[in-house]
């Protein structure tokens, strides 16, 4: 888990979604990494990264797009599994974090706010 803590304040920006995937399909970096220090920085950030059949994982974690949508898809996924049933915010969010990557806690806390209780 260490390892991923490092992307907890990523945004996951479609635009930095499809570097990425560009990137590990023809291990082109994108146009702005034109320095030494953006390459090690690029590099040491998205190597490791695996697009399989359209979405973007890094050690079998999905990486979610930062967009509203998409974060709401998923956490609404993840609520109506049996898995989450009867999780606090924190079990929550720790559960997500084991699976997916790219989702904040404050996020989760907002998503389950707005939930009916049960």
């Known amino acids: 888990m260490e390892t991923l803590k490092r992307f907890s304040e990523f945004q996951f920006t479609p635009k930095l979604i499809s570097e990425i995937i560009e990137y590990t ?3 082109t970096l994108p ?3 034109d320095t030494p220090e953006r390459e090690e920085s690029w590099h040491h950030n998205f190597d490791g990264f695996e697009h399989r059949d359209g979405v973007l994982f890094f050690k079998d974690h999905e990486v979610v797009p930062y967009t509203a949508a998409a974060i709401r898809d998923v956490l609404t996924t993840v609520y109506k599994s049996p898995e989450a049933l009867g999780k606090g915010i924190n079990a929550l969010h720790m ?3 084991s699976k997916y990557i790219g989702i904040r806690r404050s996020q ?3 998503f389950l706010k707005k939930q009916i209780p049960y």
Do not use: L, R
């Open 31 to 33: 146009a702005h990494v």
């Open 25 to 27: 399909n023809t291990q």
């Open 108 to 110: 989760v806390q907002a």
């Open 95 to 97: 559960y997500i974090q």
